[in-house]
């Protein structure tokens, strides 16, 4: 009941901030209504669940315990030979399923309804006339050097990034006036490719025709052209980590590395959710500890500060160790499970010292 309680205040705040900010942003440009906004925000919900599930499961943990303790009602289980191993345990259970919950359907929902949320407000901004910051489809990029530029335009792009589909190269040279280069271009071909793949520093091109001033269209079956574009900035570009459902990960992560791409941030993503079972049963056992000490003796308030505390600095302790398994510095199981077990080995040790001595 606490858990419900919390988790209805959560979403109910959550909706009221994020419906403004949708108004906010998304309506400055375009005509939104109210309606379209709750349906943009519903879409983030499931997103922003997960992220606040752990500090829902330690306030959630502090008001049952709190009551449990206030109405004498952990005196009478130890009175009965219960110890606090037994007690506890339902809050070790409920929490690691409902971690299970998260990593195996919360967050796929989440990670579906966010890429939803990415078109339906590109579709929007566009309608708008406003171009949205990143979208997989309908892509320009441009790369040049001393001697022209090349403009590239696809239609779409797949999940890493790096195949693109329905292609047009505009190649521009230099204009050169008495042996010194000048800001203006001449058009010196255009590409169009079904495909078109980055490459150890080249596109490859597939199914191409060739058009150049006074010639007659050329068809080919490959084209390399060489580029200086970085395919994993162009993996950063179009796709997050938090688009990518959990069930997905693992084939995506083969699917860059294969690729030759960094996919640090992609791994690092998958073993945060494999631990949040343990996660949120180490937040619980937070909130439970800090609650069992009898009302009478006095200084709960100071022990609720105290976990709030806690929890908070596991929260941020495991946000800077994600990103340093995102940019590779440790490696991304150390980053993810460390934390995680650490805060759990803790909570058992000063359970274990407080009720077994």
Excluded at 22 to 35: K, N
Excluded at 104 to 114: D, E, K
Excluded at 208 to 229: C, F, R, S, Y
Excluded at 303 to 313: K, W
């Amino acid at each position: 009941m606490a858990l419900a309680l919390v988790i209805g205040i959560f979403v109910v705040t959550i909706m009221l901030v994020d419906v403004v900010e949708q108004l906010r942003t998304v309506g400055g440009d375009v005509d939104l209504s109210p309606l379209q906004a709750i349906q943009l925000s519903s879409m983030k919900l499931p997103a922003l669940i997960e992220q606040t599930f752990p500090f829902a499961i330690l306030v959630a943990a502090m008001m049952a315990y709190n009551q449990l303790s206030k109405t004498s009602e952990l005196s009478v289980i130890r009175a009965i030979g219960q110890s606090a191993w037994q007690f506890l345990m339902p809050i070790i259970v409920l929490a690691s399923l409902l971690g299970l919950l998260s990593m195996m359907v919360l967050n796929p929902l989440g990670a579906h309804l966010s890429e939803r949320f990415e078109s339906t407000r590109a579709s929007l901004l566009v309608e708008g006339g406003r171009p949205p910051a990143r979208s997989r489809s309908d892509i320009w990029l441009r790369q040049g050097s001393g001697e022209g530029q090349i403009v590239i335009h696809a239609q779409t792009v797949d999940a890493t990034g790096q195949v693109f589909r329905g292609v047009k190269f505009l190649e521009e040279g230099r204009i050169y006036s008495g042996g010194q280069p000048t800001e203006a271009y001449r058009f010196v071909r255009r590409l169009d490719a079904d495909e078109a793949i980055i490459v150890d520093g080249f596109w490859q091109l597939t199914n191409v025709i060739e058009n150049t001033p006074g010639n007659l269209p050329q068809h080919m079956d490959k084209l390399a052209i060489e580029t200086d574009l970085d395919p994993n900035k162009l993996l950063s570009r179009f796709t997050s980590p938090d688009t990518v459902g959990f069930w997905g990960l693992p084939s995506f992560i083969r699917q860059t590395s294969r690729a030759g791409l960094d996919s640090s941030r992609f791994t690092m993503r998958w073993f945060g959710l494999t631990a949040l079972p343990v996660l949120y049963a180490a937040m619980g056992l937070i909130g439970a500890l800090v609650c069992l000490r009898l009302s009478r003796l006095g200084g709960t308030s100071q022990l609720i500060a105290a976990g709030a505390l806690s929890a908070t600095g596991l929260f941020f302790v495991t946000q800077f160790a994600s990103s340093l398994g995102a940019s590779g510095t440790i490696a991304p199981a150390i980053a993810a499970w460390s934390p995680t077990l650490c805060a759990l080995f803790i909570a058992l040790s000063i359970l274990s010292y407080q009720e077994d001595g």
